[in-house]
């Protein structure tokens, strides 16, 4: 069955710090998606991408972030300079097209930075 | 104020029982998620509903749209199942993204 992955499991890094988080999304969808999940807190939506651009961000996407597919399969996030409050699980999903497709999440990305 | 809220924060229930999970929300939606949250963080998707009522396995799903109010349920509940529940919707207008509520924490205990 098809997944979305993602890489690296765990990111550890200093503050200040440049890190790129990766997702291969599944092959045939669409719409791509950054989520991020502060420890014991909500999942909260970080961007949404379609057709080669942002279609959506939310306050907390500032200019520290950025997201871009590469290529035809890699989708990634980039924080610029890390800060301590991006220690989060981040999540990618993706979705086939339309309003009413269920999103498939990655197993997520573990940011901690020290 | 939360646009979707869950109840209960937690639930503790012996194995077998029967569970039901909550989930409010204030905005008009597209469609509704309920997705499972495992110890280790991965997320799976368990039901997308726009309306009625949706079933695989144990697992029941039902959302009223008029009241903006959906439940989980789980029949026979079993320890496999202790993990976090999570209610999402898809607003009506605007784009794609999913609005999470808090998760509710669920432990089946043998």
């Known amino acids: 069955e098809p997944e979305v992955t993602q890489t690296p499991s765990h990111q550890v890094t200093q503050m200040g710090q440049e890190v790129i988080l990766r997702c291969v999304p599944i092959?045939?969808?669409?719409?791509f998606y950054w989520y991020r999940q502060i420890l014991g807190q909500k999942v909260e939506f970080l961007v949404s991408f379609y057709n080669n651009e942002i279609s959506e961000k939310s306050e907390i996407f500032d200019d520290q972030f950025s997201v871009e597919r590469p290529d035809g399969s890699n989708f990634t996030l980039k924080i610029r300079s890390t800060k301590l409050e991006d220690s989060a699980m981040y999540f990618c999903?993706?979705?086939?097209?339309?309003?009413?497709?269920?999103?498939?999440f990655g197993p997520g990305t573990r940011l901690t930075v020290l | 104020k939360n646009e979707v809220e869950q109840s209960p924060q937690n639930l503790t229930a012996q194995e077998g029982e029967f569970i039901t999970i909550n989930c409010s929300y204030s905005v008009g939606i597209s469609a509704l998620h309920w997705l499972q949250q495992h110890p280790g963080g991965g997320i799976v998707s368990l039901f997308m509903?726009?309306?009625g009522k949706k079933k695989h396995g144990r697992l029941i799903a039902t959302i009223n749209i008029q009241e903006k109010h959906s439940s989980l349920h789980i029949t026979a509940s079993h320890p496999r199942d202790s993990a976090v529940y999570i209610c999402?919707?898809?607003?009506?207008?605007?784009?794609?993204?999913?609005?999470f509520g808090q998760g509710t924490r669920l432990t089946i205990n043998p």
């Open positions: 999903a993706s979705t086939l097209a339309g309003v009413n497709n269920e999103q498939f």
């Open positions: 509903l726009s309306s």
């Open positions: 999402a919707v898809r607003r009506a207008q605007g784009a794609q993204k999913l609005v």
């Open positions: 092959s045939n969808h669409l719409y």
